[in-house]
């Protein structure tokens, strides 16, 4: 979506530049206010005509469960009054982006069809890292489609040594 990426550039950008060097401790708050605003209920509340600004800002805050920075608070308020609440992942995607390209870093899903332990997964961390030539902030999730290998999302850019996907290679390879 061009025009929800489009939308959220600014509000992302001002809160990086409000943030200044206190921006990566923002992430996590705006990762639990992108959780919240993706809920569909929530958003129905929002977009009700009979229901103002300060209460679905009261319903926000109360759903995140969490003290929000001021700064944080500021970019909710605004967005819930510009009624922009569903663009606000797009928003935090883009700051962690922000912040990300600012230390160097990028994150990474990692997608396994098994559980990963921390051992393991540092050794996988330190390859990936070499591979892509970046800091990797990784994070596992479990697919058990994958039947066996790893599936690595950096940004626009994938690794996928599954077996899955080595599969619909012979697939493709054998039917041409």
Do not use: C, W
């Not at 990028?106 to 393991?120: H, N, R, W």
């Amino acid at each position: 979506m061009a025009e929800l990426a489009t939308i959220a550039r600014p509000y992302a950008e001002a809160l990086f530049k409000a943030a200044g060097g206190a921006a990566a401790g923002l992430t996590g708050q705006m990762g639990v206010l992108a959780a919240v605003a993706a809920d569909a209920q929530l958003r129905q509340f929002a977009d009700n005509p009979k229901v103002g600004a300060a209460q679905v800002f009261e319903v926000v805050t109360g759903a995140a469960q969490t003290a929000l920075d001021p700064k944080v608070s500021n970019l909710l308020s605004a967005v819930i009054e510009n009624g922009r609440l569903n663009a606000l992942p797009e928003i935090a995607a883009q700051f962690t982006a922000l912040v990300n390209a600012q230390s160097g870093s990028s994150d990474a899903t990692v997608y396994s069809a098994f559980p990963i332990d921390d051992a393991a997964l540092a050794d996988v961390v330190a390859s990936l890292e070499k591979r892509f030539g970046r800091k990797l902030k990784a994070r596992v999730e479990i697919d058990a489609e994958l039947i066996g290998g790893i599936r690595v999302v950096v940004g626009d850019e994938v690794l996928d040594t599954s077996v899955k996907a080595r599969l619909e290679q012979m697939k493709v390879a054998l039917t041409a």
